[in-house]
């Protein structure tokens, strides 16, 4: 993510929720970010704000399938992978529901996550598949998902 100011820990969660909005959602309004924004813990985020948001994280629009312009971040704007990054950095998020955990990547990551992972045989897993930006973990028992998503946000220092 280029910043161009210094940011508080505030503008950095910010960030990181404008960004994976923004990969897992088609957004034709800057309004309609900043109402999921508003929904996930923001609710007094101004057009000024998510303006600066997208900015700094260099989103551009795109036309998709339909002919719609979406947002969409910059293939140019993101971090090229770097073996010197700290593994915080290249997390974004890690999500969980009752079946599988998922962790979500800056740009280039998900397979250098997925391999950090699997090196850490994880006896709870039956899976790790990555993709560029995400990482899909399955537990051998979904009893045992909390604690192995506790257990990978410790290894990957998101928590």
């Known amino acids: 993510m280029p910043i161009t100011s210094p940011a508080t820990s505030r503008e950095l969660q910010q960030l990181a929720l404008c960004q994976r909005l923004i990969l897992q959602n088609s957004y034709i309004s ?7 924004l508003q ?4 609710p007094m985020i101004s057009q000024s704000t998510i303006s600066r948001l997208l900015k700094n994280l260099g989103v551009i629009k795109i036309r998709n399938s ?7 971040l910059s293939p140019l704007a993101q971090p ?4 010197s990054r700290p ?6 998020d890690v999500v969980h529901n009752n ?5 979500h990547t800056a740009a280039g ?7 950090i992972l699997d090196c850490q045989q994880l ?15 399955a537990p051998r028992h979904s009893r045992q998902i909390s604690s192995l998503y506790q257990q990978v946000r410790h290894l990957l220092n998101a928590g």
């Open 30 to 36: 800057q309004e309609a970010l900043r109402k999921d």
């Open 39 to 42: 929904r996930y813990g923001y």
């Open 66 to 72: 339909r002919g719609q312009r979406i947002y969409t």
């Open 80 to 83: 090229l992978p770097q073996a």
């Open 87 to 92: 593994i915080a950095e290249m997390v974004v």
């Open 99 to 103: 079946e599988f955990i998922l962790v």
């Open 109 to 115: 990551y998900g397979r250098a996550i997925a391999r």
């Open 123 to 137: 006896t709870q897993t039956i899976g790790v598949v990555a993709g560029s930006d995400n990482v899909w973990i």
